[in-house]
């Protein structure tokens, strides 16, 4: 098993210097598939044997094929009933170890499997192993070579090809219209690096920024046990707040004090939620009227933010729990 290449973060400048693609930044976990004879394996980005967790994704790679090795590259997504990646919907498979289970999921909670790249490609020649593609050809070799495969039939759905363009707009038009996580940005001369993280391959994911209202805040441990672990926020929608999740990052040393210093001359014994949220840590609840700049990656099914980091106190009213939450 190969280690899987990794991305940058984004740098407009370097898209003037070479000639590059772009594909979709899929949300969900990404994964390497082996395939060897009639053996198909698939490894977490940690070199952890996932395999058994996702047999439909080994039943869609037919044996016999003229290939002796063959890696890929990609990313493991659930499917939502709109045909979109849901990345709750995939942790409900993620941590799953009985067979049984597994089985159940794999009805209630479909996955397919995203193939962006082909770091190896065996085949073998007169019983001489031959290296048609290995990770010293460049990426469009690669991809050439990938789409070969797909043409070829030698893959089966629920493993499919990931779609790349030349267009950066489209591209991140497309993205955002379906609520995707973003865009990748691959140059056409890149080599495959396995575990490097570098710059021939460079990610874009979108954020949304929201001004929230803090209800609350939950006890502080280690470092913050003086202070508060992360503020429990919400968004009104007339009279009534409905909770978002919680924010603890986005804090340095400064921002802590002062936000304590805050939240303590607020403390109430109401909680401001129309609908008491389970937090599942001591919480501390405040009177409503502090408004906070939170970025964050995009909304889960239940309506709270993923990955949110604390951007800073503003004097501007909140956001609407309706306009936010639909956009």
């Known amino acids: 098993m190969i280690s899987p290449m990794l991305a940058t973060n984004w740098r407009k400048s370097a898209l003037a210097t070479s000639k590059w693609s772009y594909e979709i930044k899929y949300d969900g976990i990404r994964a390497m598939m082996t395939i060897s004879g009639s ?6 980005r940690s070199g952890r044997n996932i395999t058994d967790k996702y047999p439909e994704l080994v039943g869609s790679v037919p044996k016999g094929n003229e290939y002796n090795r063959i890696v890929l590259d990609g990313e493991i997504i659930a499917v939502d009933a709109f045909g979109m990646p849901s990345f709750q919907g995939l942790q409900s498979r993620m941590n799953l170890e009985s067979g049984s289970k597994i ?22 020649n007169s019983k001489q192993l031959d290296t048609q593609v290995g990770p010293t050809n460049s990426w469009l070799e690669r991809r050439d070579s990938l789409d070969k495969l797909f043409k070829e ?5 629920p493993t499919v090809q990931s779609v790349a363009s030349d ?30 993280r570098g710059p021939a391959w460079m990610k874009k994911p979108f954020t949304r920024r929201i001004k929230a209202v803090v209800g609350g805040f939950t006890e502080g441990t280690g470092k913050r046990s003086d202070k508060f672990g992360g503020l429990v926020l919400g968004l009104y929608n007339g009279p009534q707040l409905y909770h978002i999740g919680s924010v603890g990052t986005g804090f340095n040393d400064t921002t802590l004090g002062l936000m304590s210093t805050i939240l303590n001359g607020k403390t109430s014994d109401v909680c401001p939620f129309v609908v008491k949220p389970q937090i599942g840590k001591p919480t501390t609840w405040i009177t409503p009227d502090l408004t906070v700049v939170v970025e964050f990656r995009n909304w889960t099914d239940g309506l709270h933010m993923r990955m949110p980091s604390y951007k800073g106190v503003t004097d501007e009213p909140s956001d609407n729990y309706l306009d936010a939450t639909k956009s």
Not at 39 to 44: G, R
Not at 103 to 124: A, G, H, K, M, Q
């Open 153 to 157: 039939g030698i893959f089966k759905f």
């Open 103 to 124: 089985l159940e999921r794999v009805e209630s909670v479909p996955v397919e499997y995203v193939v962006f790249d082909l770091p190896i490609l065996w085949v073998n």
């Open 167 to 196: 267009d950066m707009d489209v591209m991140i038009q497309f993205a955002e219209d379906n609520n995707l996580e973003g865009i990748m940005a691959k140059r056409h001369d890149s080599l495959y690096l396995p575990g490097v």
């Open 39 to 44: 053996k198909v394996e698939i490894f977490s």
